[in-house]
């Protein structure tokens, strides 16, 4: 794992396609969504953690939404190449984005977790809040989930 760097790109990230590969071919490709489908919502000024192995591969990415003058940050999109699982890639690409988000002066994190990551995202300290909900895209559960970032 020591090869494994953590950087943070924008959208303007020469190598962003692959970003947009890992995401479609992880979260979206096993649920029949097509690639024209409005899965990726472009929200300017987001920044990507994104896991990179020795060889600069992509093996994993996560996305942190802008929200300018407000105190919480959205999450979305963390995934993992299937090849990586079992790495701690998800773990360290949320870790950064939290450490990023507190430097930007946030207190909170949120995101609509997936039902199958409802504990990953537990065992980071978030907490689900509200009913579960459907998503339009893929027909899996999710349910809102927020965590209180400490020293903000």
Partial sequence: ?????????????????????????????????????????????????????????????????????????????????????????GRRLVHDLEALARDEGASELWLNSRSTAYGFYERLGFVREGEEFESELTGIMHTTMRKQLVGA
């Fill in 1 to 89: 794992m020591n090869d494994i760097t953590i950087v943070r790109v924008h959208h303007a990230w020469e190598r962003f396609g692959e970003i947009q590969n890992l995401y479609f071919s992880v979260l979206y490709a096993a649920f029949s969504v097509p690639r024209g489908a409005d899965w990726y919502h472009d929200a300017n000024g987001s920044v990507f953690a994104v896991a990179l192995d020795a060889s600069a591969a992509v093996l994993g990415a996560a996305r942190l939404l802008p929200s300018p003058g407000d105190t919480s940050r959205q999450v979305r999109q963390v995934a993992v190449a299937p090849h990586a699982h079992g790495l701690g890639l």
